[in-house]
């Protein structure tokens, strides 16, 4: 859906439960409203978080994408 | 006049089926109910009673997390628990009486580090810095698995905002001083000033 760069990355790869978690969410109260936050991460736990992160706190996940043990989520700040 | 013509209006105002109004009603009731649910900001209240390091992670690692869900968190540090608070973080681990605690050695090749331990309590109880070992084999796998230190997770809970509470009666009983712990600390109450944050919270626990 969207193309654009996102405008933040944030690299959590190494870190475990929770650290992913609010790394992004310090990450994102940084950001403005309608940018986009690329995470990348290591941890497995990330997938089902980060879902359950974003549908809590009224974000959007536009994307989830898992290769090579290495999973990429791109967040978009209502 | 005016009040000729409300009246006039009320009685032209066909009354309102029964049935009709009821389908208003349970449609008004449910989006009412859906805004308030939504509206509604969760909360939790934990009980943190026990200062050893393997029992420090809960209680932060899941306050942390609401935190970072948006919720509003309170910690009550009671008893051992009083520790996770102090200055100088030093927590250590007890594998004695604890058959439950994997034995894992930290480093090796892998089949060593897959393989667990299992340590007679005699040797357990009866080697000077078993513990000092154990916790420093235990801190050991939380960096190698990229899990935060006790301290990292306090001063995450603190910058978004959870409430750690400290139990006075727990300072008076140890003989302990307040310029012990760290200045953040939100309250010195007891258990019936936690008690009413506790009960209208959506989450509590005791760890």
């Not at chain 1, 950001?31 to 359950?52: C, F, R, W, Y």
């Amino acid at each position: 859906m969207t193309t654009a760069a996102p405008t933040t990355t944030l690299d959590a790869r190494g870190l475990n439960c929770p650290l992913p978690i609010l790394r992004t969410r310090k990450a994102l109260t940084t950001m403005a409203s309608g940018e986009t936050l690329l995470v990348q991460s290591t941890d497995p736990g990330s997938v089902k978080d980060i879902e359950s992160f974003c549908s809590q706190t009224g974000n959007e996940l536009l994307s989830a994408s898992n290769g090579d043990g290495e999973f990429k989520f791109v967040i978009r700040k209502p | 006049m005016n009040a000729t013509a409300q009246q006039l209006s009320h009685q032209m105002t066909p009354e309102l089926d029964q049935a009709a109004f009821q389908r208003l009603f349970d449609q008004r009731f449910d989006e009412r109910m859906a805004q308030i649910e939504a509206d509604h900001i969760p909360s939790m209240s934990i009980i943190s009673t026990k200062g050893t390091l393997d029992m420090a992670y809960p209680p932060f690692i899941l306050a942390a997390t609401a935190a970072a869900l948006g919720w509003d968190v309170s910690v009550f540090f009671t008893f051992y628990g009083l520790t996770l608070l102090k200055k100088d973080l030093d927590l250590e681990i007890s594998p004695l009486g604890n058959p439950a605690m994997p034995m894992k050695m930290p480093v090796g090749p892998e089949w060593l580090q897959k393989m667990d331990i299992k340590i007679p309590n005699l040797v357990m109880a009866g080697i000077p810095g078993f513990e000092k070992m154990a916790t420093g084999m235990m801190k050991k796998s939380l960096n190698n698995k990229g899990v935060a230190s006790i301290g990292e997770l306090r001063s995450l809970c603190l910058e978004a905002d959870v409430k750690l509470i400290g139990c006075q009666m727990t300072v008076d009983l140890f003989n302990m001083n307040q310029d012990e712990f760290i200045p953040e600390v939100d309250d010195w109450i007891g258990a019936a000033s936690f008690l009413p944050t506790a009960q209208k919270s959506d989450v509590t626990l005791f760890v």
